[in-house]
């Protein structure tokens, strides 16, 4: 219940008011004077005091200045005779509450006080939410220079109207520039180019926009990112900014993209050191080539000496190509085959090569290793075996592709075939027994042979998965 105080010098005054309000239920205090009723003040705290304006030791008006003094949400109302109006309206200026005439109509004091007690509650209310107001704005305001970003916010004519700590630390903006100019004057960058400008661009696509920038003066690299903000109406309001410190992430990228060039051409220059040196044992094989007697011998040291061929092209297409790991298998079998028929001496005219690889069929280095040795063997056999009887040699490779790093090789010609009487498991010659190795242990892919009408040779595998060696 509501406590309330009367002050008066008039006992009778006094006590009838307070018997009164004790029978409404207040809790009711009465004094004789303004000091003692300061007293009783600073003892009950109440929320209303009814004081006489006219009284010895203290009169109502200093009552009423140290009351508000001491708690401004305390409501003070004056009893005051007929000649004391004037003061009482006085009082109403220095923050009393009401006034009533004497002599006093209780009812109508009490409607007073009821307006005072309505008034202190909704003062009280309105305290609240000031305060509960005031801790969401702090709480906002320490979570925002918190982040370790710079943060900003601008209104919808680009100025700058919050910063955070961080922004002034980085930046170092006084807040009598920060004022005056929009963003695009303080970092100079609207001059430049405009439609490098974040701002307009997230205005006017509606959505956040990023981009590295970097600062010359700090020399500093920052992800900016700027997110527009609308109305509920969405109409444009301005925009959140968010500048990311990259810096070190930018320098380690520049440090990892330079290392990864030196790895790329120490890469390249490893395959063509071994290409160079395959070059060298083929040119070897030549030397002895170009010494030798025998024609079996001379016919061996050739087949040699393109075995070692066709693996150097696999490194010179690997050297030649941005792809250092796998070759590109169609480019590839079309230089083998040239090379081959031209070691042989064959006229181009001679053997009509058809290669059915399509353009994006790239094969690890692992796998396109064996796959090009067989190839060569394959090749060689045929224009070894195969075209001395046929006048219009047809040559047909093809590698398709079969399912997930699955392939088919086929190669095809249109000579005589396998010779009567020839087993073909049982051979033990050199370019089968390569090509079976090759084929089924170490590509692990099954080999069909048709020699019936010209020969037809298929190897379905697998790519071969990379291994760490070291
Ligand atoms: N494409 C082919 N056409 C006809 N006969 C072939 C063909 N390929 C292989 N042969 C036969 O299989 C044999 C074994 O071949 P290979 O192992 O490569 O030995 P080489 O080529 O040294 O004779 C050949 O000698 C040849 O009789
Ligand atoms: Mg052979």
């Known amino acids: 219940m509501a406590k309330i105080l009367v002050i008066d010098d008039e006992a009778i005054i006094r006590d009838r008011l307070k018997s009164l309000l004790m029978l409404d239920d207040f809790d009711a205090y009465s004094a004789e004077n303004g000091v003692e009723g300061i007293k009783i003040f600073e003892a009950e705290a109440p929320d209303v005091i009814v004081a006489d304006i006219k009284m010895p030791k203290m009169d109502g008006i200093e009552v009423l200045r140290r009351v508000k003094a001491m708690n401004k949400n305390a409501e003070v109302i004056f009893i005051t005779g007929h000649g004391g109006v004037d003061t009482a309206i006085e009082a109403m200026k220095e923050g009393a509450f009401g006034y009533i005439q004497k002599p006093v109509e209780y009812d109508e004091l009490k409607i007073e006080i009821d307006k005072a007690i309505e008034r202190q509650t909704m003062q009280g209310k309105l305290d609240a939410y000031v305060r509960e107001l005031q801790r969401s704005v702090d709480e906002w305001e320490i979570t925002f220079n918190c982040v370790k970003d710079c ?105 990892i993209k330079a290392s990864l060039e030196e790895k790329t051409l120490l890469l390249r220059e490893i395959h063509h050191r071994v290409k160079n040196n395959m070059e060298i044992i083929s040119n070897l094989i030549e030397l002895n080539i170009d010494t030798a007697d025998d024609q079996k011998v001379i016919d061996m040291s050739n087949e040699m000496k393109n075995r070692i061929r066709s693996m150097s092209l696999v490194h010179q297409s690997l050297y030649q190509n941005d792809n250092l790991s ?75 592709a079969t399912g997930h790093q699955s392939y088919e090789l086929i190669v095809r010609d249109n000579g005589g075939g396998i010779p009567e009487g020839f087993d073909i498991s049982k051979s033990s010659s050199l370019g089968l027994t390569l090509i079976k190795t090759l084929g089924e242990y170490q590509l692990g892919g099954k080999i069909e042979i048709n020699g019936d009408d010209g020969m037809e040779f298929k190897l379905s595998f697998k790519e071969l998965q990379y291994r760490k060696r070291i």
């Open 326 to 400: 796998h070759i590109n298998f169609r480019d590839y079998t079309k230089d083998l085959t040239a090379d081959i028929l031209n070691s042989y001496s064959v006229e181009p005219s001679a053997v009509s090569v058809t290669i059915d690889i399509n353009d994006d069929v790239y094969i690890g280095m692992d796998t396109a290793m064996p796959c090009c040795l067989i190839i060569n063997e394959l090749i060689t056999n045929s224009i070894k075996h195969a075209f001395k009887k046929t006048k219009e040699g047809r040559l047909y490779i093809s590698m398709k």
């Open 151 to 255: 943060l900003s916010i601008h209104d919808e004519d680009f100025n700058i109207i919050k910063t955070n700590k961080a922004f002034i630390e980085t930046f170092g903006f006084s807040e009598k520039e920060l004022n005056v100019k929009p963003c695009y004057e303080l970092f100079g960058c609207i001059e430049s180019d405009v439609s490098q400008c974040l701002n307009i661009r997230s205005r006017e696509s509606r959505v956040t926009c990023v981009k590295e920038m970097y600062h010359q003066g700090l020399n500093k690299y920052f992800e900016i990112t700027v997110s527009p903000i609308f109305t509920k109406d969405g109409e444009f309001k301005g925009s959140v900014h968010s500048f990311k410190d990259i810096t070190a992430r930018k320098l380690n990228e520049e440090k």
